[in-house]
């Protein structure tokens, strides 16, 4: 197409409001930890499911490829965009359609924000589970299409646990209208899997029927320290055994050592264990769950499982807990640049799975720091590499190494950010070939001229 029909074929579609180009549009970043102005000319805002449709209609009639973005948070490279591509953004789309504390479901359009769907639930005293550092930014909608995990997976599952039902548009503009809100029904095929975790590459979410709980009443959290691996197991395994574990979080000693020593008061413990953990129950009842979770952290102390530990006794203390944990612009300032990693393993597993990736490492760069921590919980560690100052040079091999030993462990590539545009190489060598054929397949036939993403997954 000429180099200004795509912009004024959508802007006869959503008006000037309903795009963004220009400085604009190269203000905005494609990634969150740093600064990548997207390539593309022009991003287009629809303000309704109808207005969406026309501009994928559009897209499809002239072969203009399409780049969907949410709230940015993704670490995958997932909202890249080319120079040939198009941006399409939901962030006109926030509306709360209906939150209904009988039947404890919300209707939202995709473009809301979780933090601003989680208060209005919390207004209705009722309470949306999947929780993310990046809440105030990330979209529903972006939740959804990388089928985002976060803290509180153990108690309540990742995000495909929490969706009821949705509506999607597919590269063509058809409207898919999945919008299921009963708790069972097998009638013909889930329709809303092909979208949830699928990165945007078979349709745009538009709205979704969400899960909600009751609020809970109570929230105790610990902090402590553990003396060996196998304790950490031992705890986990005792926790497990509480009705109202909500969130249990590992800590390496690297990454524990780069909260304490920021400056930011994060140094709930002494910093000489090898392992730290953060322990959160929410519950619904005030007297039994605090004895519960008191009687739990008193015997692992007295069992030596537990080498330290403080507890919350007010909010404020629950909120400073929780930030030692959720450190990222820590690790941004003092370990830039560094290479991101989201892996799934056997999580008896998980220590050797570390020192195996650092010695594969340490084979290739004589400088080394990493920052490891997880929802151990639930099998998810993250890791945080950088092997100095040509780190995002040696991003692919850094990557290669620590995804061979993922192969050996026969591990996940990715837990919970999803593939995106970054791990695309990689993902031939961790799913089958049928496996691989079937995903084909399923593309080809909703997206034929791959308009949707096209550098995503595959």
Same mark, same amino acid.
């Given at each position: 197409?000429?180099? !200004?029909?795509?912009?004024?074929?959508?802007?006869?579609?959503?008006?000037?409001?309903?795009?963004?180009?220009?400085?604009?549009?190269?203000?905005?970043?494609?990634?969150?930890?740093?600064?990548?102005?997207?390539?593309?000319?022009?991003? *287009?805002?629809?303000?309704?499911?109808?207005?969406?449709?026309?501009?994928?209609? @559009?897209?499809?009639?002239?072969?203009?490829?399409?780049?969907?973005?949410?709230?940015?948070?993704?670490?995958?490279?997932? *909202? @890249?965009?080319?120079?040939?591509?198009?941006?399409?953004?939901?962030?006109?789309?926030?509306?709360?359609?209906?939150?209904?504390?009988?039947?404890?479901?919300?209707?939202?359009?995709?473009?809301?924000?979780?933090?601003?769907?989680?208060?209005?639930?919390?207004?209705?005293?009722?309470?949306?589970?999947?929780?993310?550092?990046?809440?105030?930014?990330?979209?529903?909608?972006?939740?959804?299409?990388?089928?985002?995990?976060?803290?509180?997976?153990?108690?309540?599952?990742?995000?495909?646990?929490?969706?009821?039902?949705?509506?999607?548009?597919?590269?063509?503009?058809?409207?898919?209208?999945?919008?299921?809100?009963?708790?069972?029904?097998?009638?013909?095929?889930?329709?809303?899997?092909?979208?949830?975790?699928?990165?945007?590459?078979?349709?745009?979410?538009?709205?979704?029927?969400?899960?909600?709980?009751?609020?809970?009443?109570?929230?105790?959290?610990? @902090?402590?320290?553990?003396?060996?691996?196998?304790?950490?197991?031992?705890?986990?395994?005792?926790?497990?055994?509480?009705?109202?574990?909500?969130?249990?979080?590992?800590?390496?000693?690297? @990454?524990?050592?780069?909260?304490?020593?920021?400056?930011?008061?994060?140094?709930?413990?002494?910093?000489?264990?090898?392992?730290?953990?953060?322990?959160?129950?929410?519950?619904?009842?005030?007297?039994?769950?605090?004895?519960?979770?008191?009687?739990?952290?008193?015997?692992?102390?007295?069992?030596?499982?537990?080498?330290?530990?403080?507890?919350?006794?007010?909010?404020?203390?629950?909120?400073?807990?929780?930030?030692?944990?959720?450190?990222?612009?820590?690790?941004?300032?003092?370990? !830039?640049?560094?290479?991101?990693?989201?892996?799934?393993?056997?999580?008896?597993?998980?220590?050797?799975?570390?020192?195996?990736?650092?010695?594969?490492?340490?084979?290739?760069?004589?400088?080394?720091?990493?920052?490891?921590?997880?929802?151990?919980?639930?099998?998810?560690?993250?890791?945080?590499?950088?092997?100095?100052?040509?780190?995002?040079?040696?991003?692919?091999?850094?990557?290669?190494?620590?995804?061979?030993?993922?192969?050996?462990?026969?591990?996940?590539?990715?837990?919970?950010?999803?593939?995106?545009?970054?791990?695309?190489?990689?993902?031939?060598?961790?799913? !089958?070939?049928?496996?691989?054929?079937?995903?084909?397949?399923?593309?080809?036939?909703?997206?034929?001229?791959?308009?949707?993403?096209?550098?995503?997954?595959?």
């Amino acid at each position: 197409m000429a180099e !200004s029909r795509p912009i004024e074929g959508l802007r006869a579609i959503v008006g000037d409001r309903g795009l963004v180009t220009g400085d604009d549009l190269a203000m905005r970043s494609c990634d969150p930890f740093r600064q990548v102005p997207p390539r593309a000319r022009v991003l *287009a805002r629809p303000a309704n499911v109808d207005e969406l449709s026309k501009v994928m209609r @559009y897209c499809h009639e002239n072969g203009q490829r399409v780049v969907t973005q949410g709230g940015r948070t993704g670490v995958s490279g997932g *909202a @890249y965009a080319a120079e040939d591509e198009i941006i399409m953004s939901l962030e006109r789309m926030t509306r709360i359609e209906e939150i209904d504390p009988v039947a404890q479901v919300a209707v939202v359009e995709a473009g809301i924000t979780l933090e601003a769907l989680q208060n209005a639930a919390a207004d209705q005293g009722l309470f949306y589970p999947v929780d993310l550092g990046a809440k105030g930014s990330a979209t529903i909608g972006g939740t959804i299409a990388t089928n985002a995990g976060g803290n509180r997976v153990v108690r309540w599952g990742m995000t495909r646990s929490n969706v009821l039902g949705l509506e999607a548009v597919l590269a063509d503009g058809t409207v898919v209208t999945a919008m299921n809100r009963l708790l069972k029904n097998n009638t013909g095929y889930d329709i809303k899997q092909f979208f949830i975790g699928t990165e945007g590459t078979l349709g745009v979410v538009t709205r979704a029927v969400l899960k909600l709980v009751a609020a809970p009443r109570t929230q105790f959290v610990a @902090y402590a320290s553990l003396p060996n691996f196998d304790a950490v197991l031992r705890l986990l395994q005792a926790a497990r055994t509480l009705p109202t574990l909500s969130a249990f979080e590992v800590m390496w000693q690297d @990454y524990y050592a780069l909260m304490a020593e920021s400056g930011s008061g994060r140094a709930p413990v002494a910093p000489d264990q090898p392992y730290y953990v953060l322990i959160e129950c929410m519950g619904y009842h005030d007297a039994i769950d605090e004895q519960l979770f008191m009687t739990f952290i008193e015997q692992a102390l007295t069992d030596g499982v537990i080498a330290d530990a403080v507890c919350a006794t007010s909010q404020r203390q629950i909120q400073e807990l929780w930030r030692v944990r959720e450190g990222a612009e820590v690790i941004v300032r003092e370990m !830039s640049p560094f290479v991101s990693f989201d892996i799934s393993v056997d999580v008896r597993r998980a220590e050797a799975f570390i020192e195996a990736a650092r010695a594969r490492l340490r084979e290739r760069y004589s400088v080394l720091r990493t920052a490891a921590f997880g929802h151990l919980g639930d099998n998810n560690l993250h890791l945080a590499v950088h092997v100095g100052a040509n780190t995002v040079q040696e991003e692919s091999n850094v990557e290669r190494c620590v995804f061979e030993v993922v192969r050996d462990f026969e591990g996940a590539l990715t837990a919970e950010h999803g593939i995106g545009q970054f791990k695309r190489a990689f993902l031939p060598e961790h799913v !089958s070939p049928g496996a691989m054929h079937l995903m084909r397949t399923a593309r080809g036939a909703l997206d034929p001229r791959r308009l949707l993403n096209r550098d995503v997954l595959f």
